[in-house]
């Protein structure tokens, strides 16, 4: 058989005596991908990724008192963020004052989805200033339209005992994102 022939043959070489076959391409292609696979089914369990979970988890719930914070004023409606420890979601109430007995109604629209914290984070506890510090059940803070809120310190924990505080201001809503438990009347919190 010519050379020519053996090449277009589509038979394959088998290397000389002393010489080692190298991986191809495509083969070293799927080791990288399932490398990868392994790599993004393990680093939820690393305490980085949990951490900027909760981080995220924490600016999510701060930008959406913010939101309420602002629209109380604006709107000059009563607004109510409600926790509910015990199925780990938060959600907006607002008062219908034209309403025959004038009540806390579901918010409609996209502030008022209910919002499931993400797994590895919970709501350890809420305090509301007049009602002190829950643990299970539902406890509501209120942004008036006066633009001012209920203080409220909310404490989000993971998997591995890792505390955020939140903090909302009851004059300006500013909410404050502290690492650590931090207590209310804790003079870092009043820094922030």
């Known amino acids: 058989m010519r050379a020519a022939d053996y090449r277009n043959s589509g038979a394959r070489r088998r290397p000389a005596p002393g010489i080692r076959a190298a991986f191809t391409l495509l083969e070293l292609a799927v080791v990288i991908f399932i490398m990868g696979l392994v790599m993004t089914l393990v680093m939820p369990y690393f305490g980085s990724v949990q951490t900027s979970q909760m981080r995220s988890e924490a600016r999510r719930l701060a930008s959406r008192a913010n939101y309420l914070y602002e ?3 604006a709107q000059k409606v009563m607004l109510r963020l409600s926790f509910d420890l015990t199925r780990n ?3 907006v109430m607002r008062l219908d004052p034209f309403a025959v007995q004038p009540s806390f109604q579901p918010e409609s629209g996209p502030a008022g989805v209910r919002v ?4 590895g984070v919970r709501l350890r506890d809420v ?3 007049g009602v002190g510090v829950v643990r299970r059940g539902v406890v509501s803070t209120q ?3 006066s633009g001012s809120v209920d203080a409220t310190v909310i404490h989000l924990v993971d998997t591995q005992g890792e505390v ?4 909302i201001d009851p004059f300006s809503g500013h ?3 502290l690492n650590g ?4 009347g804790n003079r870092r919190m009043a820094l922030n």
Do not use: M, R
């Open 143 to 145: 942004f008036y339209p």
């Open 181 to 184: 438990d931090q207590q209310p």
């Open 127 to 129: 305090w509301v200033e």
């Open 89 to 91: 979601v938060y959600y």
């Open 71 to 73: 629209e109380a004023g």
């Open 116 to 119: 499931y914290l993400s797994d």
């Open 164 to 167: 955020f505080t939140l903090a």
């Open 175 to 177: 909410v404050s994102i």
